[in-house]
Every structure is written in C-alpha cells, then in structure tokens.
C-alpha cells in the first residue's frame, strides 16, 4: 500500500450526499450527528448537475450559483447541527452515484436521502441511493423522504 493510501485509511470521515432536495437536507443532518458520534470529520459530496466546462459557460450561469447554494446551504446546516465536528465540502462531477460511491472509499459511513421516487420513475430516472447501496465501500445509511 502506498502512503497516500495508508493516509486516507487514518482518516476517519462520514460521507453525506446532496443535491439541495429536502431529503438530502435531512441526511446532513444524521450524517453530522454519525460524524459526531464517531469523533469523524464529515465531508459533504455535491454532484454538479452539469460538467465543470458547461458550468463555466455565461449560459450556465444561473445554474452555477445555484450548484454553490446547494453545498454552502449543506455545509452551514451540518456547523449548525453539530459545531464540534469538521466539515468539509466536495463538489464532484456527475453522475452523482458514481462520484458517491468513489467518495465512500475509505469511509466510515455514506449518508444518502431517498426522495421516494415511484417504481415507474426510479426505472426513468434511475437511483443515486440504490446504486450507492448496492456498490459503495463502506455501510450506507439511506433516510428516507
């Protein structure tokens, strides 16, 4: 094993996922109570809805701001729950579940709201949670919406 990996197993750290949806809302807040619990850092995961290149983009701009709302809104509302605990943020790129699932490598816990999409529109739009379920690599806590 090399150093940095050695490092990052050292670390102890829950994962929390957001995309600014209520849901993901409340997963902060478990998760900064896990991270509390755990004497952990916690480090809040944003997926950007679009490719860094098109955020830079002046047509995009709207949507920049709103994907810097989201993490901020998180990373405020998990000082706010639990003052003891570190947080930091990430901001990944899409697809969400993909860049959770790399995030939980070395975790302690990964944290996901679940929207409670209908079986009809998990199978359109698929489910950051189920994935993050079936392939993360550590325990996952899913709070429901």
């Known amino acids: 094993m090399s150093n940095p ?3 990052v197993m050292a670390e102890k750290f829950v994962v929390v996922g957001v995309d600014g949806s209520e ?18 850092k916690l480090r809040v995961v ?15 701009e709207h949507e920049a701001k709103r994907e810097s709302a989201v993490i901020q809104a998180a990373v405020e509302r998990a000082w706010l729950r639990c003052p003891e605990v570190a947080v930091e943020a990430r901001v990944v ?3 969400a579940a993909e860049s959770l699932i790399q995030a939980s ?6 944290v996901v709201g679940s929207r409670g999409l209908s079986r009809f529109q998990e199978l359109l739009l698929g489910s950051v949670s189920r994935e993050c379920v079936l392939s993360a690599r550590c325990s996952v806590l899913v709070v429901r919406g």
């Open 46 to 60: 944003h997926a950007n809805f679009l490719q860094h290149d098109a955020l830079n983009s002046p047509i995009f």
């Open 105 to 110: 490598i070395g975790a302690e816990l990964l």
């Open 23 to 40: 849901a993901s809302l409340r997963a902060v807040d478990v998760a900064a109570d896990e991270a509390g619990y755990r004497c952990a």
């Open 5 to 7: 990996d050695l490092a």
């Open 93 to 95: 790129e899409p697809p």
